[in-house]
């Protein structure tokens, strides 16, 4: 397992494999791993024969008021979860190798990222889109892979690859849990003991909506509004969003007439955290 930090250091590296006739995956991270990038890492070497890993906090796709500087890094810890799920390569670049002077050029999205994430955070998908690209780009990648804890990423990611004629498989892979329910997220690790415990307020609104589904209730308002009440019942909650929209548009419906996502967001003290469920999951 290698670390490299430029672009053409890649390059070398993946025109090497290809002249061997290998084929290459890439997880795209922002680092500081847990098991659920180790399971798309996993994934990736399960379908190919090499995997790249990007551990890149992408300046781009954070607001003026976010976390980017406080965002956890630890690239010596990152390297052994690689190394221990198969990745064959680290690819850890400065922002100014990803971003050089006079840097202009940028990948947007219109009706898909209007929702969700999207209205809270306007201006990162066109960060994650053009970090993205510029990856696609750099790796060449037969596949990559991504996680559905990110389901409005994953859905923008499927529908740029396809609008701009990509030739990358875009395998979505499943949310993996704490034992007690709460998604896996680096951002976990900013929650006070107390704040922990609150966290999971999202994954049991999860349930409870997955739950009222199971059950077939097609209200969109009803299910949302069960859950809602669920996550203010916990006074270190407060609510960003609980929707349910429809997964080809990312816009919200009033009926479960199609296959819709469940999306919630909710901040935990200063800490934004996001869950959801796929309705045809249920
Ligand atoms: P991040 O480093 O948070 O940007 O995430 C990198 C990739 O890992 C994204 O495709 C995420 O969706 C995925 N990922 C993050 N957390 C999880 C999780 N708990 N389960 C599955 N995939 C995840």
Not at 90 to 115: A, K, R, W
Not at 124 to 148: E, M, Q, W
Not at 213 to 237: F, Q, R, S, Y
Request: net charge negative.
């Amino acid at each position: 397992m290698k670390i490299v930090k430029t672009i053409a250091e890649v390059r070398t590296q993946v025109k090497e494999w290809r002249a061997q006739g290998l084929t290459v995956g890439l997880v795209p991270t922002m680092g500081y791993l847990h098991e659920g990038h180790a399971s798309l890492i996993e994934a990736s070497h399960r379908d190919n024969d090499r995997t790249v890993v990007s551990d890149f906090v992408n300046p781009m796709q954070f607001g003026p008021t976010e976390d980017l500087e406080s965002y956890p890094r630890d690239l010596e810890r990152d390297a052994q979860v690689v190394e221990e799920h198969g990745g064959d390569l680290i690819f850890n670049p400065e922002p100014e190798e990803m971003y050089h002077e006079g840097f202009s050029s940028f990948v947007d999205m219109t009706v898909l990222t209007q929702e969700l994430c999207g209205l809270s955070r306007p201006i990162h998908f066109r960060g994650v889109c053009t970090v993205v690209s510029k990856l696609f780009n750099i790796v060449k990648p037969d596949r990559a892979y991504f996680g559905k804890k990110d389901a409005q990423q994953l859905a923008v990611i499927r529908h740029m690859v396809d609008d701009l004629n990509m030739d990358i498989e875009i395998v979505g892979c499943p949310i993996i849990r704490e034992a007690d329910g709460l998604a896996k997220s680096s951002r976990n690790t900013y929650l006070s003991p107390a704040e922990r415990k609150a966290a999971l307020v999202l994954s049991q609104a999860i349930n409870l909506g997955k739950a009222m589904v199971g059950e077939g209730i097609k209200d969109a308002a009803e299910i949302t509004g069960a859950m809602k009440a669920h996550i203010n019942a916990e006074p270190l909650a407060k609510i960003d969003y609980v929707k349910i929209v429809d997964c080809a548009t990312m816009q919200q419906i009033d009926v479960l007439d199609r296959p819709a996502l469940c999306a919630i967001a909710v901040y935990i003290g200063k800490t934004r955290l996001i869950d959801n469920f796929f309705t045809e999951d249920v």
